[in-house]
Structures are given as structure tokens and as C-alpha cells.
């Protein structure tokens, strides 16, 4: 029996913390391993999930750069507690700590992930190529991060294994939709930070007409210049900011079309959720989310530079609805089911 540990930088709700919620209770259900989950700080609403699933849940409880040496230790002294043969490391400072870690672990396996092609900070990327000598695969979940984990962090082209993430449809296709066919609600789901750009969303609901409106469900740091910009356009009765939500289906039942302006994305989840929820996307043409949308054919692509573009993306996606949606949904189904991609992450980690 394999004893894995999936091991990631934080739990709040995002992207990468729900792909590790789902890999872990999906790898346990499936049987063979025995997979538990650890964070480098405090525990969040993510941890709360994973022990409602009856995984079993570490935080390693990091403050900062300080604690370094302290949280190397921790996760020593876990893994040799729990004898795991196995850690999986998640962002890069997760596979910063693992990488250091398993210079005392010699007889455990180490993979990481990376989940991002953001290009900033710089020294993300260069910690990251440190890390990677120490572990034996690189997991990234599109070919747009592969390119970048070869090129800004010298990882071998050998070493990098594709497996992208994927969605439970029965979880979003099960739930009622709610949209009423006149409304006109464009939606943003995820953190708020600055890399996601949610102000040019704010900037293109001046250019759509007023019975439209921006619904904007997450937090993070960005929230405070999201909620500036909505005072300053005068906004406040057509854009609402809904905070943290701990599952996406409660968002997708409230919007008409999701729209995502991020920078850069490793994958962007929040797509093939969206496309599973019957909702059209539209989205910044950058690397990662290329590798799931169709320009017009599973969603809209855009080259984001101001509201104006957006805003007459989100009309079209709105007429055209139905094709984009019955392709946004068959895209999920031949490509991003959890079945298949489970059994990939099962072959990597040698689960049998």
C-alpha cells in the first residue's frame, strides 16, 4: 500500500488547492494508496473539505521566510512519522520546502508540480529550477506551463509529464440552473489578485448597457482596488462583490457568462467549470488558457488591453450561448473527466 503526501503552499479556496482536494479524495477512494494532504501555513477553508472527506489533513503552520529551516524540519519528521514512500509538491514554495526536505528523506520519492506560466516574481522561476533537480517528474497541467518550466526553469524536457485538470460534470450538471433567459450577469470566479485583472471587467460594464451586470464571487488582495474602481465609475448598483465561496456551482447558477482577463494562467480551472455548468466563457488570450479554449468554438478569446474589447466579447458570447456552451461541454467530456486524468496521475505516482 502507497503512502503518498500531497503537499501545497496554502488552503485557501483557488485553482490548485481544489485540484489537490480532489486528487486526494479521488486517489484514496480509488484504493492502492493511502494519501494524506499538508500545507506550509496555517490550515484554511480547504482543509476543512478535505477532513469532511475523511482525508486526514497537516499544516505545517510557516508564518514566513523565517521559518524556513523550522518548516523543513516539520516535514521531515511527518514524513518519517507517517512513513510515507511518496511527497508531491504543489506551487513553488511547496517544492522549494519538499526539494530541501528530501536532502534527509533518501529513501522518498519527490514530484512536483507547477501550475503557473506567470511570469512575476522572477525569483518564483529561479527557486523553482533549484527545486527541480531534487525531484524525479515535473506534473504541469498544459503545454503552455511545460514550455515555460523548460525555458525559465531549465527543467529536462524528459522530465515533464501533462496531465491535465479536470471536473467532476455530474457535480455542475446536476445543479439547477436558475438563470433567468433575459438576464444579462457577467460572472468572475477565483482570487482577487492583481494577475487576474478583475478591474477590466469593472471598466467594461460602462460600455455594455445598464441592465447588465458584474457579479465577482472570491477575495484576495485585490479587493480593495476592485471595490475603488467600481466607486469611481459609479457602479456600486451594478456590480456586486460576493466574497469567498467555497464551492463554484452557487456562482455558475447566478451568471450568464464567465469572463476571465487574467494575465496568465497555468490552466484555468475555473474554464472547464464553467463549460460543465453550461455557461459560455470568455477569456484573455494568453498561454494556458489556449490550451482549453477554442476561439469560437468552446469560448471567445481575446487580446484584453481595455474594457471596450471585453464588453464586446461578452455580448457575442451571449448570442452565440447555445453552440459555445453544447462545445464547452463536449470539450469537458473528451478531454478534462476525472476518470482518465486520475488514471494518469495514478501511473505517475506508481499506484497500482
Known sequence: MR????????????GTPTVVRELAIRLNAAGGAVVEVACLSRPGPVSEQLQAAAVTVHALDARGSRDFP?????????????????IFGFLVHANVVAAAASQFLPNVRLLQS???????????????????????TIVVPSPSVARVAEQWSHVPREKIVVIPNAVDIAAFSATPDLRPSESRRVGFVGRLDPIKRVPLLVDAMTHL????????FGDGPDRARIEAAVKVRSLENRVTLHGRIDHPQAAFQQIDVLALPSEAEGFGLVLIEAMAAG????????????????????????DVRDGPKFAVALQKAIAQRTTLTANGLDTVRQRYEWPPVLARYRRVLEIR
Open 279 to 302: 455557461v459560455p466563457v470568455v477569456a484573455a488570450d494568453v498561454p494556458g488558457v489556449q490550451d482549453v479554449v477554442r476561439n469560437g468554438e468552446n469560448g471567445l478569446l481575446i
Open 3 to 14: 503512502r503518498i503526501l500531497l503537499l501545497i503552499t496554502d488552503m485557501e479556496i483557488g
Open 70 to 86: 523550522r518548516t523543513i524540519k516539520r516535514l521531515v519528521r511527518l514524513a518519517r512519522e507517517r512513513q510515507f514512500d511518496t
Open 209 to 216: 448597457p445598464t441592465d447588465w451586470r458584474l457579479e465577482i
Open 114 to 136: 507547477i501550475q503557473t506560466t506567470q511570469p512575476r516574481p522572477r525569483w518564483h522561476w529561479i527557486a523553482q529550477a533549484i527545486a527541480q533537480h531534487a525531484a524525479e
